[in-house]
Every structure is written in C-alpha cells, then in structure tokens.
C-alpha cells in the first residue's frame, strides 16, 4: 500500500512540476510573438482579408470619385428616350441620366456583352462550326447573316456578322463555342455583368431576341461597354463600316455593312462626327435601343439610350446628349499644381502625441496630382474650395483626405499619403488576357517584407522551443527511470522470485 501511495504522490509532483514548465514556455512564446508582432501589423495567421482591386475597365483608380454632377440640369435636350446615361469612360464619372437604373429589354444591345466574353475567352482564328442547335434556335425572320447548318467560319467572321449585321445566329454560335451552350454561356453573362457592378441585369440568351427574364439597364450597359472599350478588338468591330467574309465550305463570299448610322459620314442628321461606333438594337417590346462611344479632346464617353421611338430618334438623342456633355461639362485637376507641403508646417498640422513627444522633421505627404472630377463649364477653378483633414494617426499610409466643396457642396475626395501614389493610366487600353496588378509602394512592399522575416523567425522561435519540451520531456523520464531503478534495487527484485533466488542460493554453495 505505501508502495502504491509513492507511485500516486510521485506521478502527481512529476506531472505538476512537467507542467509547470509547459506553462512558462507558452507563456515566453506568446511574450516573443507580442515582440515579434507589434499592434496594427497583419499576421498571417489571422482572418482579415487584405484589400483588393478590382482589374476590368470599370474600376480604374487615379482619377475621378464618380461624382454626381447635376443628373439632369435645367439646360438639358430634352430625348424621346425613356431610360438614357452618358458616362465617362476614364473616370466613370456620370454626367447624365434619366431613368438609368430602370429595367429595360435591351434588344440587341446584348451582343456587346457577348462581344466582350468572347475577346477575352476566345480566339479568334478557331473556326466554329454551326450546329443544328443553333440554328433551330435562330428565329425565323429575326437579323441573320445567312449561315446554315455545318457551315464553317471563324470566331472573328462570327464577331463582325453579330456585330455589323447583328446575325442573331452569329451570337448562338459563339455562345456554343464559349460556353458549352447557350445556358452555360447566360451564366458566364450574368457572372461578368455582376464582377463589373451590375445592379439590375439579367441575361438569358446572348443575342438579345425577347424574353421576359433577360432584362437591363442603362447604367448597366454603360459598365459593360466601358469594360469592353479597352480592348482594342472590339474598338475595331464596332468603328468598321464594312467587313468581307470570304467564301466557307457551304456559301460564297459575303461584304457586311454596319448598322449604326453615327458613323456614315454624309448620313444627314443621323452622323455624329465625334462618334467611334456603337451598336443597335431592336424588338417589338424593348423599342430602339442604342449604345455607342464618342471622343472630344482626349475626353470618352459612353452614352446608352433605350426605349426610343422611333428607331431613328436613338441617334438623335445620342447626339444631344453628347454634344451637351461635352460642351457643357469639363474635366478639372485641382491638384495638377498644388503644393500640399507648402503649407505642411508644425503650425498646421495636427500630429499625434507620438509626434508631439520628440523632436522630428516634417513629414512629407503627397496627393495624386492627376485626380479630377467633372464640373460644369461655368465653374471656375477658383470657385472650389480644397478643405484638408489630417488623421490622428497614419492607417495604411493614409494621412489624411482633401474634400472640395463648391458652394456648400463636396463635389470630389482624394486621400493625402505619405507614400508617393501610384496611379494607372485611364486612357490606354487593356492587352487581351493581360493581368495588371497594382505597383505597390516601396514602403508598403518592405512592410510587407519585414512582417513575413517576422513570422519566420516566430515560426523558428517555436520549433526550437518545441525541440527544448521534447528534450526535457526526455530528461526527466529518463532521470526518473534511473531514479526507480535505483529505488527497487535488483535483490529485492530476486526474492520476489523463489526460482531465481533458489539457482543464486544454488551458484553461491557451488561456488
């Protein structure tokens, strides 16, 4: 019984003393990792997700905030249309609307965002072949180029014949080639429409032929054409007025002529000198719609009409808005010759007690010189006045923001770094397949840097120490082992063993 409470007491003051160390190891591990991993740094063993850009054409940082201009002025043309916008392309600024979130049927209108997944996903030397499928779901009578099932041609033939003639069969064929179906094409439509920040879309076919459940708006047909005017093939496609398409396995030769009157110069009313294409579109439900593109003096605009009747006032609305907008409205850069640090003196600004404690020069700060807004003509640069806010504390680089208010009103933001900011080119357009990230600033990337050397040797830090509890772990038993051996020593063992104590009383007499 004594025997079995020394095993108890024994196990218990190993187990507690065991630990105990555990414990304080822990404890010295946390106390690194707190000095490794000072407050405000991201670990990577945490959840927060990092900040993210997104890469198409309709995020494009550097220059305006989207400002909300004066929608629609008391000056504006009054247009048959019932829904329009005229937005920006660089900035995304909107310089006029009218109904522009309502949902419309866009007609044909759709082939521009069928257009788009296909520059991006496809190629356009593969040759596709037109299916059975397709053309059973060609309407009879609907826009057509002609083809036929088994014709063969290539995915750019395709393109210009949905594009310039709107051929509805054209649009299924790429759908097919793209996306398996017509189905799996629609979700690819749905998904791109929602990345680009669609707010009351919904595709179900990529021509544009009714149907109830495929369904737009103005504002969202803006975002998808200034997503795809960044890809220098479809500039080509929609500025082309004429297209051959050479002869295929089942028919002759065919020329295409574009639709779109904008671009016919000698066209009457109907031709907008500024304008660099478009597309149309057409249903007994939806009425006329149009999308088309203009440039002005290094300026871009998308304008996008829909229900007007008839057809031909679709042009004559996109003039007047265009024409407006650019006359009425100009791009300002209030900062292109500012000087911030001019006036970032001790005297001015609001530092943090950190700051306030210790002797230090004048931190530096910087703004994008490029940022601008649109405001109307008529407002003078001087008229808008610059209201700078300093944090308490640097976040990220952010030191601050200047707002600019015209008459009581913020009309543009942009932040104040202490970091010289990037800025991408607006104007230039996207390579295909071309992924751009972001140059990050070399204080950040040596943040980044310092904070991973950090985590590695935290990581190191651990593994020693885990090698030190195996050890120790290894120690101790092995000093206990020594300890019991010594404790229950080899005699005693013997006599609670008659057979061996009788052979060693045995060798004892014999010897």
Known sequence: MKTIFYFANNYKEKTMKYNRRITVLVLITVLLISFFMPAGSVSAFSNSSSKTSKLGAAEIPGNASATDAEFVPSDAPEINAESAIVMDLDTGDILYEKAAYTERYPASITKVLTCLIAIKQGNLNDVLTISESVMNQAEEGSSSIGLVAGEQLTLKDALYGMMLNSGNECALSIAENIGGSTEGFADMMNKTAALLGCKASHFVNPNGLHDDNHYTCCYDMALIGREAYQYPEFKKLISSQTYHIPETNMNEARDLWQENRLIYEGNGEYYYEYSTGGKTGYTETSLATLISFAEKDGRRLVTVVMKCNPTTESY??????????????????????????????KGALLLDNYYNDINHDVIKYYVNRDYGFYI??????????????YNASHVDNIAGTIDFVYDGVTIGSTDITTDVPYIEASSTDALKDQKIEKEKPESELRDKILNIVKILIVLIIIVLILIVIILLYKWNMMKETKRTIKYYPVKRDLRRNPELNKENKKRDENE
């Open 376 to 389: 109307r003509s008529f407002i003078n640069d001087e008229d808008i006045n610059k209201r700078i806010t």
């Open 316 to 345: 004559l609305d996109t003039i007047k808005l265009d024409e407006f907008c650019f006359n009425k409205y100009r791009l300002c850069k209030p900062l292109l010759d500012y000087d911030l640090n001019s006036k970032n003196d």
